[in-house]
Antibody, heavy 118, light 110 residues
Framework: QVQLRESGPGLVKPSETLSLTCSVS????????WSWIRQPPGKGLEWIGY???????NYNPSLKSRVTMSVDTSKNQFSLKLTSVTAADTAVYYC????????????WGQGTLVTVSS | QSALTQPPSVSGSPGQSVTISCTGT?????????VSWYQQPPGTAPKLMIY???NRPSGVPDRFSGSKSGNTASLTISGLQAEDEADYYC??????????FGTGTKVTVL
């Protein structure tokens, strides 16, 4: 059974960079696309982007200028960096795997709350 | 790409059926069968319930079914149970290889 787990600081200061890592267990990170999704408190889901095991990426146009994703196949991990954060970036951040032909997100992490505050 | 439109809430009594709509445009939902549905009980991560409009992953009860007509996709829960109370989101995998989610629907079991 594939499992994903997000890790990283729960508190980030405004204007700084949010950095999260997703560790994948129970399966290889290879041959799949891996996404990040976020959910502000009490609000809906927003897709941030994906990274392929080869390192290629695709980002939400609304966040593209601030997002960088990378993958470390040796550690079975992938990462998210979001620069110049503001309070609007406060959210639960989820990592997920794109499955079933890449058209859906079949495995999700439990999510991690990141608060942007001084 | 704007968020897909869902009703804010639907409700039903145990045993009844409820249907959640997910409306896009002829350029997105109407053109592709890459619609999926996710269930999110309070305080938990989303769970995939339907992919490619009407396919159920292994382990999802057959009470959950999906369909599409024109620019609107739908999720129907038949034989509603208390455990089905959750937020539900539709999602579209776009022609730009991005995901866009619906606005979300809260299902209440009366």
């Amino acid at each position: 059974q594939v499992q994903l787990r997000e890790s990283g600081p729960g508190l980030v200061k405004p204007s700084e960079t949010l950095s999260l890592t997703c560790s994948v267990s129970g399966g290889s990170i290879s041959t799949y696309y891996w996404s990040w999704i976020r959910q502000p408190p009490g609000k809906g889901l927003e897709w941030i982007g994906y990274v392929y095991y080869s390192g290629s990426t695709n980002y939400n146009p609304s966040l593209k200028s601030r997002v960088t994703m990378s993958v470390d196949t040796s550690k079975n991990q992938f990462s998210l960096k979001l620069t110049s954060v503001t309070a609007a970036d406060t959210a639960v951040y989820y990592c997920a795997r794109e499955g079933y032909g890449g058209n859906s997100l079949d495995y999700w992490g439990q999510g991690t709350l990141v608060t942007v505050s001084s | 790409q704007s968020a897909l439109t869902q009703p804010p809430s639907v409700s039903g009594s145990p045993g009844q059926s409820v249907t959640i709509s997910c409306t896009g445009t002829s350029s997105d939902v109407g053109s592709y069968n890459r619609v999926s549905w996710y269930q999110q009980p309070p305080g938990t991560a989303p769970k995939l319930m339907i992919y490619e409009v009407s396919n159920r992953p292994s382990g999802v009860p057959d009470r959950f079914s999906g369909s599409k007509s024109g620019n609107t996709a739908s999720l129907t829960i038949s034989g509603l149970q208390a455990e089905d109370e959750a937020d539900y989101y539709c999602s579209l995998y776009t022609s730009s290889s991005t995901f866009v989610f619906g606005t979300g629907t809260k299902v209440t079991v009366l």
